[in-house]
């Protein structure tokens, strides 16, 4: 493939962008569309003290689960973290901190912060206190909104399944989930792939997130979990 | 919720009557998800699932999984013709603008005013909202299954939720394993029975007060 624009990377070149401490978001639903092999190269360097943001905290061994579970987190923004226990038991040991936010909403504050808007307005949990925490509230028309601050990262992961060397992708199914919105958040972008196309071969109108927002393309290794239901 | 199969259907076959043709309807685990077995043929429904599926359909087959093709839960389905995918902005959009029909969940607790609490139980379990507080808030109607009381006996239809809310004076309908309750803003009163319970079996385990339809109808 002509590596045109110089996006298309090894997994061990893509891990030198990586820090201990890093602010890393990740796309994917319950491990759903979360990119194995990043995942695997973020566990092998043995990279800690992590921020990681994405809707959850996936199963022990599935997902950005696994990052999770070795402990290598030091802090977690997501909308639940039920099917994780391990997540659960670290967070009630005060190993990791937890900040929840409602399923949607995180998802608008990703998009916010990959749109470049600075924040977003809900009436999401307004009478709810782990919701509003020390957020600032405002009245539009009359009526109270939460102001919900919008999410960057140093790193954004996401998994998708074709990429052309401009990094143009498009998902697959229901793993599309966050994926599109993660990989507009991100400071740098890195999509592992299951398929890398040649340039002009994927149809403009069926890109989903243009290549624009993508610095850097991985071939993934697949997915090497067994999934819950298996 | 530890029910026999027989009860499950009932309370999964009640709610099922609930849904009409051409709604969107968010089913949530458990319970709910139980509910599509029970509709008459040729209902025209489109399933949303929050990761981004309008129009899910059965699990596949054993064999015929696809990993990319969960519900929210991450458990395979299936899709119907006329359905779509989209991302989580769009899925919950559908949601916070009304587009939703109805979502059929379950529930630790419901006060007879409608406050649903079923996302965390201080000191035991903090599992994260997901998306119940949007689909509470936000979706037309929302129904509620579960057992007239905890494990202990104790009413899970109460006066005070006990546990941090999900969302206030959300719950339209409980259905649970000895009747269905209309919930209004003239408060919460028993439309059904299920066979063989009596109104004042359901009394002693409801913790609020409620008043009963006209025409109570009894179910078998």
Known sequence: MENTFNKIIELDDAMKHFRDGMIIMFGGFGGIGTPPSLIDGILDNGFKDLTLIGNDSGFPHIGIGKVVSQGRARKMIASHIGSNPVAGQLMTDGKMEVEFSPQGILAERIRAGGVGIPAILSDIGLDNDIVTGNKQTCSVGGKKYLVETALTADISIVFAKKADPYGNLIFDKSARNTNPLVAMAGDMTIAEVEEIVPLGSLDPDEIITPGVFVNYIVPSKGVNWKWAWE | ?220
């Open chain 2, 1 to 220: 919720m530890g029910m026999g199969v027989e009860i499950r259907n009932r309370i999964a076959k009640r709610a099922a009557e609930e849904i009409k043709n051409g709604m969107i309807v968010n089913l949530g685990i458990g319970i709910p998800s139980f509910v599509p077995n029970h509709l008459p043929a040729g209902t025209n429904v489109m399933f949303h699932a929050e990761n981004g599926i309008t129009g899910m359909g059965p699990s596949p087959e054993k064999g015929k999984e696809d990993e990319n093709l969960c519900n929210a839960g991450g458990f395979p389905v299936s899709i119907v013709k006329g359905a779509s995918y989209c991302d989580s902005t769009i899925a919950f959009g559908m949601i916070r603008r009304g587009r939703v029909d109805m979502t059929i969940l379950g529930s630790l607790e419901v006060s007879g005013k409608g406050d649903l609490a079923n996302w965390i139980v201080p000191g035991k379990k903090v599992p994260g909202m997901g998306g119940a507080m949007e689909l509470a808030q936000k979706a037309k109607k929302v129904i509620v299954l579960m057992n007239q009381t905890d494990k202990y006996g104790n009413p899970k239809i109460v006066d005070e939720c006990t546990l941090p809310l999900t969302s206030a004076r959300c719950v339209d309908m409980i259905i649970t394993d000895m009747a269905v309750f209309q919930i209004s803003a003239h408060g919460i009163t028993l439309t059904d029975l299920f066979v063989p319970h009596s109104i004042n079996e359901v009394r002693a385990k409801t913790g609020c007060s409620f008043t009963i339809a006209e025409n109570v109808r009894v179910i078998n």
